[in-house]
């Protein structure tokens, strides 16, 4: 199994009510709107795609660049 | 982090609730959990002490530089083991240690902040226990640490990789540092201003005006939401697009608002404010608080409100990371009394078991801080587990009210979640909604299906002889009443009047109003009663609108047509009429001052009235040996009962005279001449008739209370100069007269005092303005059922409708709406809280006049009082208080200053007004509109008076940077202080007065002169001269250090700041109070062993002295251990006993004096000019001794007592003490005497010396305590045990022979 950058970004999409297109690469996710519930949301719905970032690790940045950057990390490393 | 950093901005207001009272262990937040399974424990020790490793802030330790707060890293906590498989129940021992350890507050700068316990309750079970300062961690951190050890352990045990360790703290101070400067927190504050813009006062579900300050405890009750609730959330939730911790806040929030009193609705929700930050990762303290101000639209569709109050929520997010400490700094709402939010909804849906590679683990939560008011938490995943969890501050909640909330929350999230709008959502459970409508008034009672003049002509027929009213010298019989009023009744029949009719009596108090009344009744007809003192034209208006048949007036009454039917016209003589009335008829109409337009006319049916009049005949045991007083005007409905409840009993009628209802000594005469047995007053009545010198001694078995609010006040005055009971009844004219009872007895102590419980067949039910019941303990509307409600209004429908409801519980049947609000008590009585109407606002905090009044009154400085919120001259509105004086002690600046220190700045009156008697209107009640406009300017303040005054407000204005010093009135927190400027205040009053008020005095009474009081009052008492004098707070045997020569104990502050943790009292000469001492050592020994007795009535207690305190503290053990006392430490400073001071010379009046220089800590020997008692007060004075500053008689005292006592020690014979002395000598003193520890050998069984090179002097000295103080915390502490385990084996010994 494999997460790509534009199921990351449909997912979070889908989290914040918004289309795919509203959310770029360096926008802060927080300020669209993302809490720490949905942020769980996500990680689970990612883990469960076979790729377990951690929340921690997630929670501390800011945007879905740096998110890709850790999923991209995880898989290449697997 | 090697040296000591500022506090981040998270810990600065916890910092601030912890220095308020550092005896608090409420920042404790603790845990456990509960592994069950073969646990490795070097596994587990090596995973803890690693993720330990990871989290610094468990090592925090605060403390103070230069004023500020600063934190600092000391040593990391390690792990404890307890292995308690041994003991009969290990699990409770373990969780009562818990609770004990929880329970110890812990002193920042010294005691480690983090501990951690391994309990081993059996081979598979072991709780884990934690507690850290919320300082150091807050919830998130707690998890995360947690988490990170069950993580370190699985890693360990399954060899799979380690997660990647937790962010350093340096981190969190980085990101706080870079926080300050940031941008956003401009524009967050901006969006917060905006947000809370123009919050009044914010209410709770707690007691109105009720301090929101957490204690040392909470109350918890916890409930674990079934499953169905649980899909049914996550459903809902996901139905309206909404996350389900989103939901639960959102209906949270609603069932708060729906329980809490006036006031803005505003919930704090915790935020954790990490995400997208440095601190993201760095377990440490970083929560916020945030003010959620928001009032669900009850009837918005409920997954519109969801999708809303969700957006609303997220809004807040992205705004959470400015502190709500700061928001009150903006808004300057920093007192106690100003908070920014009610309740707390917490939600965490990660708090769960952390996971240990095979065990099975449980997560149980101790504490988890502060709780102010209530906080609601939801802890778990809505999956697996959904807990909720209600804390209350038990200041203001009892636990049955704590578990009611978690049930009716429960109930109201079920109900909510199965609604398609809030409005059709019960507040109450539906067990609740039973008793609130039908338990409480269940008042069934089978009512005679009868008018009132058919029971009145029955007992005229039953007892014709008895008298049945008497005025003056004038007494009817029933038989002479039956005779005429059936003479009148005829007369009134041909005149037109019956069923349905009305004549109206306009007479005075005399047999004739008696005559027309009970005539008018057998007419068939209704009265209505009138005042003949009406100008003419309202007589006119009233006559012409209840279209009165008659007008039974005196003959020269100017009615503005109407000619009267007067007295002396009577018939004396005649036939009556057949009884024509049925009970559905009306038997009266009563006009009522409506608050606006003209007077509204109440119909009143005689089934109603009669339900009233044999209810309260059945209920307070009327009999034909009852003399009921008549002196209510005729227009107030409370004289129904007087005028027709005599009639029904086979009672007596008196009238009182006219005009007597407003003048005590007429009624105390009545009362007297005529052996009244039962009469009315109104409370204002009621207070002046207690303040009348007639009244006293006057017994009469019931005195009934109405039209106001009785308070305990009257309840207190009233048994303390009244023999008989006392009953407060509440009832409007709409419901025939009253319809609750409430007996304010002797032993009555309820505070309000209730208006009670229904009447026969009325139920009483307090509504929110949906009509819903509101639970027990939250105001609402008061509305009124059953047989008592008027019919409504004479020719007004309209008025009608819109106060008598159709009731929504019982079809068919009405409601009547008071418009007075009241609650419900737990245990169901009512209490009254005031008219809907007459809410005050100051400052936009709710305030309430009675509680001002209360205080008023309670100063003991006036008899009487109201407080008015007047806008006088288009001024703002301003609090002002009328007084009736009390006999001595009143003046206006004494009472301002003692209400000052009682009510907080905004509830003081501005303005006092003293008045010889409360104007009251025809009808006895208050009257509001005669009191007078306060003549005093706008409150212009004051200059500080006094030394003290001038040096705090001084340093007011140095903390607040202000250019002046403030008026003796200005408050504090006005100001413009805050809860950091508070704590600068206090160091500072410290430095200049060398005693600290504390914070908590400062948040007591904020204005200048008020702490100044304050202040002088805590000196006093700390300086006092009381016997017992408390050196020191603590837990265990105490230590009780026993004057020396002077009386005084003072010396012993020193050694008793030095000693751990125990109560240290001294013990004070009585003398030095004015009290007297017996002649003999021996019998002061023993009395001062009564007073210790009585201080510690079991256990050891151990006694020290020095001087002659030793030779005492000798006596006294001796005492103790005759008494069967376990015996303590006896320590003795440098004291021997009488016999070796027998050969020496009594010390003169001089020679006393110096012992004074002593007592303060200075050598006497340094010092041979101090030889008049002027130069040792001046010196004393001049090195700032408190002793300087003693009151003659006291000094007097100190020197009587140093010759007194001598003489009497020399004549002392010591008796045998069964036990050890510790003996402590002056090594550098004492030459040429032999005056050494042996000299006490031969008065205990041993004696154990210890030598300082020290003068006797400086025996209590910095140097002496050094060493004093843990040699005799060591013996204490090893009595102490040696008294435990007597006690223990004595129990044992116990239960082996039962």
């Given at each position: 199994m494999t997460l790509t950058l534009d199921d990351m970004r449909a997912d979070l999409a889908a989290a914040l009510d918004l289309p795919p297109e509203a959310i770029g690469m360096e926008e802060n996710v927080y300020d669209l709107g993302l809490d720490s519930m949905r942020l769980m949301d996500l990680m689970l719905r990612w883990e469960a795609a076979g790729v377990a970032i951690d929340y921690g690790v997630l929670s501390e940045r800011l945007t879905l660049a740096a998110w890709w950057a850790e999923a991209e990390r995880l898989q290449s490393g697997a | 982090m090697d040296r000591t950093r500022p506090l981040m901005e998270a810990q600065e207001g916890l910092w601030y609730v912890q220095a308020l009272d550092p005896a608090n262990p409420i920042l404790n937040t603790g845990q456990y959990v509960e592994l069950r399974g073969p646990l490795d424990v070097a596994r587990f020790q090596a995973a803890f002490d690693a993720a330990v490793a990871q989290t610094p802030a468990l090592s925090l330790r605060f403390g103070r530089r230069d004023g500020r707060p600063v934190q600092w890293l000391a040593a990391p906590p390690v792990l404890a083991h307890a292995d308690l498989s041994a003991l009969p129940d290990p699990a409770a021992e373990a969780r009562a240690r818990m609770a004990a350890d929880s329970a110890r507050a812990r002193d920042l700068a010294d005691d480690p902040l983090a501990g951690f316990t391994l309990y081993r309750l059996g081979p598979d079970h072991w709780y884990w226990y934690q507690r850290i300062h919320h300082l150091a961690t807050d919830g998130y951190a707690f998890v995360m640490f947690t988490n990170r050890v069950g993580e370190l352990y699985t890693a360990a045990a399954n060899g799979t990789p380690e997660p990647p360790p937790f962010a350093p703290l340096e981190a969190a101070f980085e990101e706080d540092a870079a926080w300050r400067d940031n941008p956003k927190r401009a524009e967050d504050r901006a969006f917060w201003l905006a947000e809370l813009k123009d919050l009044g006062g914010v209410a709770g579900p707690g007691p109105a005006g009720a301090r929101a300050l957490s204690g040392h405890g909470y109350h918890r009750h916890r409930i674990d939401l079934p499953a169905a609730l649980m899909a049914r959330l996550t459903a809902r939730a996901g139905a309206a697009r909404t996350p389900w911790p989103e939901v639960l806040t959102l209906l949270s929030a609603a069932y708060l608002s729906r329980v809490s009193g006036e006031g803005a609705r505003v919930t704090g929700l915790p935020y954790m404010a990490r995400l997208g930050t440095k601190a993201a990762r760095v377990p440490c303290m970083w929560m916020n608080v945030l003010p959620f101000r928001w009032e669900a639209?009850?009837?918005?569709?409920l997954n519109t409100l969801f999708a809303e109050g969700a957006a609303r929520l997220q809004r807040l997010r992205r705004h959470g990371r400015y502190r709500s400490e700061q928001m009150r700094r903006d808004l300057r709402r920093t007192g106690i009394d100003e908070r920014l939010y009610g309740p707390l909804v917490n939600i965490q849906p990660f708090d769960v078991a952390p996971r240990f590679a095979g065990m099975d683990t449980r997560l149980h939560i101790l504490s988890a801080g502060a709780v102010d008011d209530l906080t609601v938490t939801f802890r778990g995943d809505a999956r697996s587990e959904l807990a909720l969890e209600v804390d209350t501050n038990p200041g203001l909640y009892t636990a049955a009210e704590t578990q009611a909330h978690a049930e009716r929350l429960a109930a109201f999230l079920e109900a909510a979640l199965a609604a398609d709008r809030l409005a059709d959502v019960p507040t109450v459970t539906p067990a609740e909604h039973h008793w609130l409508v039908e338990g409480v008034n269940a008042t069934a009672h089978p009512l005679p299906d009868t008018t009132l003049d058919a029971l009145i002509a029955a007992q005229m027929r039953a007892t014709p002889d008895a008298a049945a009213v008497v005025f003056g010298d004038t007494t009817l019989s029933y038989a002479e009443l039956d005779r005429r009023t059936a003479a009148l009744a005829a007369a009134l029949r041909a005149r037109g009047a019956g069923p349905g009719r009305i004549v109206a009596v306009a007479l005075p108090r005399s047999e004739h109003l008696a005559v027309a009344l009970v005539a008018t009744l057998r007419a068939g007809a209704a009265f209505v009663p009138l005042d003949p003192e009406n100008p003419p034209a309202r007589l006119a208006t009233l006559l012409a609108r209840t279209e009165a048949v008659v007008l039974l007036a005196e003959a020269g009454l100017n009615a503005g047509g109407m000619a009267p039917f007067a007295p002396a016209d009577w018939p004396v003589a005649g036939e009556a009429p057949e009884p024509a009335a049925t009970p559905g008829d009306l038997a009266y109409v009563l006009f009522t001052s409506g608050s606006t337009g003209e007077p509204k006319g109440v119909m009143i049916e005689h089934r109603a009235i009669v339900n009233r009049l044999l209810w309260m005949r059945d209920h307070y045991g009327f009999g034909p040996a009852d003399r009921i007083l008549q002196k209510t005007p005729t227009t107030f409905d409370v004289s129904v009962w007087e005028l027709f409840l005599p009639y029904l009993s086979g009672a007596t009628l008196v009238f009182a005279a006219p005009g007597a209802h407003r003048d005590p000594a007429a009624i105390a005469r009545a009362i007297r001449g005529h052996g009244i047995t039962a009469l009315h007053f109104v409370p204002s009545m009621l207070s002046a008739f207690l303040a009348a010198p007639a009244s006293e001694g006057i017994a009469v078995p019931r005195v009934f209370a109405s039209g106001e609010e009785l308070t305990p006040d009257h309840r207190r005055h009233f048994h303390a100069r009244i023999q008989g009971a006392l009953h407060n009844l509440y009832g409007p004219t709409e419901a025939a007269v009253d319809v609750s009872w409430w007996e304010a007895g002797v032993g009555d102590t309820s505070a309000p005092l209730p208006i009670g419980w229904p009447v026969w067949n009325t139920a009483l039910l307090v509504l929110d303005a949906r009509m819903r019941p509101v639970p027990p303990g939250v105001p609402g509307e008061l509305y009124l059922g059953g047989v008592q409600l008027a019919r409504g209004y004479l020719g007004r429908d309209d008025l009608t409708a819109a106060a008598f409801r159709p009731d929504p519980f019982h079809p068919g049947a009405r409601l009547y709406a008071t418009g007075d609000l009241a609650l419900r008590r737990a245990d169901g009585a009512v209490v009254y809280l005031g008219r809907a109407d007459h809410q005050v606002k100051i400052r936009g905090m709710r305030v309430e006049l009675g509680e001002i009044e209360a205080e008023v009154r309670a100063t003991g400085l006036v008899a009487e009082a109201v407080v008015l919120a007047r806008a006088d001259a288009g001024g703002p509105k301003r609090l002002v208080a009328y007084v009736v004086p009390a006999d001595r002690g009143f003046s206006e600046p004494a009472l301002t200053a003692a209400l000052a220190l009682r009510l907080p700045a905004h509830m003081l009156p501005a303005a006092t007004v003293a008045l010889p008697a409360l104007p009251v209107t025809a009808n006895g009640k208050l009257d509001r509109r005669a009191l007078p406009a306060p003549l005093l300017a706008a409150p212009a303040g004051t200059p500080p008076r006094g030394p003290v005054e001038e040096r705090i407000a001084a340093l007011y204005a140095e903390v607040l940077h202000l250019t002046d010093p403030p008026p003796?009135?200005?408050d504090f927190f006005a100001l413009g202080g805050d809860s950091l400027s508070a704590l600068t205040l206090a160091l500072r009053l410290e430095e200049v007065f060398s005693r600290a008020p504390g914070l908590g005095q400062i948040f007591e009474t904020p204005g200048i002169a008020a702490l100044a009081r304050a202040m002088e009052a805590a000196e006093e008492a700390r300086s006092g001269l009381s016997p017992l004098l408390a050196l020191r707070q603590g837990e265990g045997p105490p230590l009780v250090l026993i004057h020396p020569a002077g009386g005084l104990g003072w010396c012993y502050r020193r050694l008793a700041r030095a000693l751990e943790s125990r109560p240290v009292w001294a013990l004070q000469s009585p003398l030095m109070e004015g009290g007297t001492i017996p002649a003999t050592l021996a019998a002061l020994a023993a009395d001062y062993a009564a007073r210790i007795a009585a201080l510690a009535p079991e256990g050891p207690v151990h006694l020290a002295g020095w001087s002659l305190g030793g030779i005492l503290a000798q006596d006294i053990a001796v005492e103790l251990a005759k008494a069967g006392r376990p015996a303590g430490v006896v320590a003795l400073i440098d004291a021997y006993p009488a016999e070796c001071w027998r050969a020496e010379p009594e010390p003169d009046a001089a020679a006393a004096l110096r012992a004074l220089l002593a007592i303060a800590g200075h050598d006497p020997d340094a010092h041979p000019?101090?030889?008049?008692r002027a130069k040792v007060v001046a010196f004393l004075g001049q090195h700032r001794t408190p002793l300087g500053s003693l009151p003659e008689p006291v000094l007097d005292a100190v020197v009587r007592l140093v010759t007194g006592t001598n003489r009497m020690m020399r004549s002392h014979h010591h008796r045998h003490l069964a036990g050890t002395l510790f003996h402590i000598r002056a090594g550098r003193d004492h030459a040429g005497r032999d005056l050494t520890a042996a000299r006490w050998a031969p008065h205990a069984d041993a004696v154990e010396g210890m030598e300082l090179p020290l003068k006797h002097a400086e025996m209590l000295g910095e140097a002496a305590v050094a060493a004093i103080a843990p040699a005799l915390e060591a013996r204490m502490r090893a009595a102490d045990q040696a008294a435990a385990s007597a006690s223990a084996a004595g129990m044992d010994a116990g239960s082996a022979a039962m």
């Open positions: - | 639209d009850e009837d918005m569709a003796r009135e200005a000019d101090l030889d008049s």
